[in-house]
């Protein structure tokens, strides 16, 4: 996919105009709070999600007017396609190639991108939550149908959660709690195939780009920790068992906690460079590489799926990093179209073939 180019209107802080990317490497320069991140932030909207830092849709119109409007031309399924979102009075409108969609679902038909944002450091530093919602929402990029059998499992653990409340007060609700267990062991076990299988494949591709990124000094090691003690090569009715078996045993602490403890909304990835764990001991040079080695083999995984290789966001990745690592970002990911958002001046002078926006106060040229 090749962002062709990229109009904005009321978009944030950014002066109404537009930009003409080039197919490789995009540099966004400027100092901080000038807009460049915004204007990653307009590219990933066509993915037809949220925003990537969380702002809600009314958030995103510029002081003072009522609406904004996003447009782009680009290159994908060969063919050139053009997308445009507009939002006002609480209403988003889709079109694409001309004709009104009623969803932004149908944007991820035709685009897809991959964001790295500093918030996305946290993946590594913090607890098991944020490498589940990386997992979760890098496989649903890749199948619907997984996001379809994510919203069946979290609304049977509500539902469970709720039954355990009662049951403080019900003793007699006991007996039905096992009918939960079946369905939720049935539809965790789906779950936790597809992250084994998609982290058995994001490994390979992870370890590559990390060895690259370190220039070899490193190996990067992930690993998916299950809770009820499910291996990579177990079948879906071996997991399901070992599932209906965990649940059955922590049904003791489910009555005193009054919620679910076990299973895959509890499990975790581990993060290892040179057999030792990132979260504990590794740098934030290493820390912010081991991210981006992730963030690039999800891109990598992708272009693989849906033969187009998606667009890559950067956002403010070259700060702590060695300038050999940088060098690495800057030139040697070209066959992909990046953007990379930067405040160094230095870190412009080092692109050896791309293309340099300057960002002052929202004027982009």
């Avoid at 944007?107 to 979760?136: A, H, Q």
């Avoid at 690259?212 to 190996?219: A, L, M, P």
């Avoid at 068992?241 to 059955?248: G, S, T, V």
């Avoid at 990745?317 to 953007?339: A, G, H, I, T």
């Amino acid at each position: 996919m090749i962002i062709k180019k990229l109009r904005f209107e009321n978009f944030r802080n950014l002066s109404n105009g537009e930009i003409n990317p080039c197919e490789k490497v995009n540099v966004i320069y400027g100092d901080n709070a000038q807009g460049k991140t915004n204007l990653l932030e307009a590219i990933w909207l066509f993915c037809g999600g949220h925003s990537f830092r969380g702002a809600k849709e009314n958030e995103l119109i510029h002081f003072d007017d009522s609406f904004f409007r996003l447009s782009m031309d680009f290159y994908s399924y060969e063919r050139e396609q053009n997308a445009e979102i507009a939002f006002s009075q609480n209403k988003k409108k889709i079109k694409i190639n001309g004709v009104d969609k009623n969803s932004s679902s149908y944007l991820t038909e035709i685009f897809s991108c991959v964001v790295f944002s500093p918030e996305n450091m946290t993946l590594v530093k913090r607890g098991p939550s944020l490498r589940r919602k990386f997992l979760d929402g890098a496989i649903s990029q890749q199948r619907i149908r997984y996001a379809a059998a994510l919203a069946k499992y979290n609304q049977i653990i509500n539902q469970r959660n709720a039954l355990l409340k009662d049951i403080f007060k019900h003793q007699e609700l006991k007996d039905t709690l096992p009918i939960w267990d079946d369905s939720l062991a049935f539809t965790g076990a789906i779950i936790l195939k597809e992250r084994m299988e998609y982290i058995k494949e994001l490994k390979i591709y992870a370890q590559k780009f990390h060895d690259d990124i370190s220039s070899g000094k490193e190996i990067l090691g992930i690993e998916y920790i299950s809770n009820a003690g499910v291996k990579e090569d177990d079948t879906i009715t071996e997991i399901t068992e070992k599932l209906r078996l965990a649940y059955e045993k922590s049904r003791k602490d489910d009555y005193h906690t009054g919620y679910t403890n076990i299973g895959p909304h509890r499990d975790d990835m581990e993060i290892k460079i040179n057999s030792i764990s990132a979260k504990t001991f590794g740098s934030q040079g290493q820390q912010r590489s081991a991210v981006l080695s992730l963030k690039l083999a999800q891109a990598q995984m992708l272009y693989i799926k849906n033969s187009e290789k998606p667009v890559i966001l950067l956002d403010d990745v070259l700060s702590e990093l060695d300038p050999k690592r940088q060098d690495f970002l800057l030139n040697k990911v070209d066959s992909y179209q990046v953007f990379v958002t930067c405040c160094e001046e230095s870190n412009k002078e080092q692109l050896k073939n791309g293309k340099v926006f300057y960002i002052n106060n929202g004027e982009v040229c």
